[in-house]
C-alpha cells in the first residue's frame, strides 16, 4: 500500500480511524475538531440577569474597576 511505502507499517492509521474521519467529513465537511480550543468548563457566568445586574452596578459606581465589581457581586469576570 501507498500508506505503508510513505509512512512506514506501524504508522498507518486504524480502519476504523478512516471510517470516523470519512462520516465526519460528510456530515461537517471538515475533519478538524469542532471543540478545539474550548477546553474546559463551558461559561454559565454571562446570563441575561447578570448582564442586567452588572449593568445596574456599573451605573451606581462607574469608577469600579472591571477586576473589582465582579469579585465584589462573587461572579467570574
Known amino acids: 500500500m501507498q500508506c505503508w511505502r510513505d509512512f512506514g507499517r506501524d504508522k498507518v492509521p486504524d480502519g476504523r480511524t478512516i471510517e470516523c474521519l470519512v462520516v465526519k467529513f460528510r456530515e461537517s465537511g471538515s475533519v478538524a475538531n469542532a471543540n478545539e480550543g474550548h477546553s474546559g468548563r463551558p461559561r454559565s457566568v454571562k446570563t441575561p440577569n447578570n448582564i442586567k ?7 451606581e459606581s462607574p469608577r469600579k474597576s472591571v477586576r473589582g465589581l465582579p469579585q465584589e457581586v462573587d461572579i467570574s469576570r
Do not use: A, E, T
Open 53 to 59: 445586574n452588572m449593568r445596574g452596578w456599573l451605573k
